[in-house]
């Protein structure tokens, strides 16, 4: 069993920062990939910002200069740091996790998701 549980949503006001955590747990041998992804009220997901397990990260081009992802393997956890929100960075956040578990019987890893947390920015 793997739970994937974000943490750190919340009303903020423009201008304002958050900071999103999302921590895995589980039957876990190995976290590879770990994404943010944002899905505005009425409109698609969409990727924000990833984190893979080699250090490369990538920020989404509508949030780059004020969001941060960050990570710390030995709690597999990832953070997102959001600086100067925006009313369109209102969304629900959700975090994603690429799982390797220790009961895999093909070696394969795993496509995990987050409930997703709210982030509302309004004055």
């Known amino acids: 069993q793997v739970q994937v549980v974000e943490s750190g949503g919340g009303l903020v006001q423009p201008g304002g920062s958050l900071r999103l955590s999302c921590a895995a747990s589980?039957?876990?041998?190995?976290?590879?990939?770990m994404n943010w992804y944002r899905q505005p009220p009425g409109k698609q997901r969409e990727l924000v910002a990833e984190?893979?397990?080699?250090?490369?990260?990538n920020i989404a081009e509508p949030v780059k200069g004020r969001f941060t992802i960050s990570r710390d393997n030995a709690k597999n956890t990832v953070y997102l740091q959001m600086d100067s929100l925006k009313p369109e960075d209102t969304a629900v956040y959700y975090c994603?996790?690429?799982?390797?578990?220790?009961?895999?019987?093909?070696?394969?890893?795993?496509?995990?998701w987050g409930q997703g947390t709210q982030v509302t920015v309004s004055s």
């Open positions: 994603y996790a690429e799982i390797l578990t220790y009961d895999s019987t093909d070696g394969q890893s795993r496509d995990y």
């Open positions: 984190s893979h397990i080699d250090s490369f990260t």
């Open positions: 589980g039957n876990i041998f190995r976290v590879y990939n």
